[in-house]
């Protein structure tokens, strides 16, 4: 079973709006990470955030964590048509080494 | 650094064959996990390698199988294939200091 949950599973934008995907998780975590997955590619690395952390930013990213609601949430600022992609939060639980349980991920369709 | 690196991409087997893949990680990482990404189950996590070790397992058939040589190096195998094992199959290596997860290009795997 899935970990994790996104919402929406798909998101349409005109370039230039924000993108906000939300994650849910149902276990205690070390870490969560977010990937991006272009069609038929792998899985690009975005960010990693730690249990003890609320908020990280890496350029036009912005990633929250809300421990107590088991939650995380992706903001890209600026979208570009290149941003279209599948989003996957995935989460490192507690004791589990380095495996990753994955979300369903979010489609983001980026309109130029 | 390369990054992770998988081999072959594409590959076309029948029913009852077997397959075997492989995945040298980033230089200096000694993790190595492989996911399964299907259009119906999403991405899930069949097992994890260290120095040589399986360290953690998914609920797959012992049909899935892999190990780790000693330049971390990592292979998994599928045997009696089934049209359900069309997929594509990820690896991913870890790095240890920052608990970051990288990804391969993943192997795309097609059973007729």
């Known amino acids: 079973s899935q970990q994790g949950e996104e919402d929406p599973q798909a998101l349409s934008i005109q370039e230039g709006e924000n993108a906000t995907m939300n994650c849910s998780y149902k276990?205690?975590?070390?870490?969560l990470q977010w990937y991006r997955q272009n069609s038929g590619r792998g899985l690009v690395h975005l960010i990693l955030?730690?249990?003890?952390?609320r908020e990280k930013h890496s350029g036009r990213l912005r990633v929250t964590l809300d421990t107590s609601k088991k939650s995380s949430s992706l903001l890209i600022t600026a979208s570009r048509a290149a941003d279209t992609a599948s989003y996957f939060c995935?989460?490192?639980?507690?004791?589990?080494?380095?495996?990753?349980?994955f979300g369903g991920g979010t489609r983001l369709m980026v309109k130029p | 650094k390369a990054g992770v690196t998988q081999t072959p991409r594409y590959l076309i087997k029948t029913r009852g064959q077997q397959v075997t893949l492989s995945c040298s990680p980033i230089s200096g990482h000694r993790s190595v996990s492989w996911y399964q990404q299907t259009p119906g189950q999403g991405l899930q996590f069949l097992f994890e390698?260290?120095?040589?070790?399986?360290?953690n397992k998914g609920n797959f058939p012992g049909r899935f199988s892999g190990r780790q040589f000693s330049n971390s190096r990592s292979e998994m195998n599928v045997s009696t294939l089934e049209l359900g094992d069309s997929a594509l199959y990820l690896c991913?290596?870890?790095?240890?200091?920052?608990?970051?997860?990288?990804f391969g290009e993943g192997s795309w795997l097609t059973v007729v």
């Open positions: 995935a989460t490192v639980i507690n004791n589990a080494g380095n495996m990753l349980t």
């Open positions: 276990t205690s975590i070390n870490n």
């Open positions: 955030i730690r249990s003890n952390e």
């Open positions: 390698y260290f120095s040589e070790t399986q360290r």
């Open positions: 991913a290596s870890r790095d240890g200091g920052r608990n970051t997860i990288y």
